[in-house]
Structures are given as C-alpha cells and as structure tokens.
C-alpha cells in the first residue's frame, strides 16, 4: 500500500495562509504596528508570504512522510503540526518587541497552520501501515505453525 501526498493537495490552501500572512501583516502596518524585531530590523510584508510558502512545503514533506511511515498519519500529523506551531510562537514571545508587534506575530503564526492543516489533514489517509501491519502479522502467525511446510510462503 503505498500512501503519498500529492503535490497539488491543498495548493489553494497554501496560497491561501501566504495571502492570509500578508494581509494580516498589511493590516498590521496601516494601523501603526511596527514591524520591526530589532534595532532597524524590519520584516517586510511581502517576506510574511515568502516565508509562509516555504514553510508550507516544508509542511507538505512532513505529512508525506508521515503518511507513508505511520500506523495513524492523521493523528500523528495532527500532533506533530501542533507542537510545530506551539514551538514557532515561542520566538514571539520572548523576544524584547511591543505587545502589538507580538500579538501580530502570533496571529501570522496561527492564521497559516489555520488554513494549511486542515487541508493537509485531509489529504491524509486514516490508517497507513496498520494495514499493510495487519497483513504481515497475520502471515507471521499462519506461518508459524509447525504443520507449515515452507515457512515464508505467503499464505495470507
């Protein structure tokens, strides 16, 4: 059984959270929200949609590899990309930066798993290696009985 994510799983999506990073980081400026993390460090808005693709990618690797080696690819996907999100908050907060450039730095990172995950989650089978699991066990147990001529055939 062979279980992959498509390229084109959740490619509205992604595109989505990019726009959705972006607006949410234009909103942010046109209300006087610096964006600044630093001493004349600065992150331009477009950057916010850049990053949010490559980031989504990245998110895309996950889950195929995830489908292909779990024995539950959407739970383990779905805890996996929790504390994914949980941990990329974590720059947020502890950085030295006004409570209004936090709160939008926070809202980026929760707006795009927002949108992504779900669609991803989707695209995901409910059972991966359970299946192909199943089978093997079985083929162990009726091959082991002593009666059996040829130990590895499959007698499934």
Known sequence: MKVSIRDSCGVRD???AALATVAVAATAQALDVSLETGPGETIPVAEFGQLTLLFTVIEVMIARTIGRRSVQ???AF?????VLTALS???DVILSIDLATKA???LTHLVAPAIVIPALFSCLPERGLGDVTDIWLRSV????NPATTDRWSPEV
Not at 78 to 82: D, K, S
């Open 14 to 16: 992604r595109v989505s």
């Open 89 to 91: 908050l974590v720059p």
């Open 78 to 82: 779905i805890g996996t990309t929790m």
């Open 73 to 75: 690819p959407r739970v």
């Open 104 to 106: 939008t730095l926070v």
């Open 141 to 144: 147990v009726v091959n082991t």
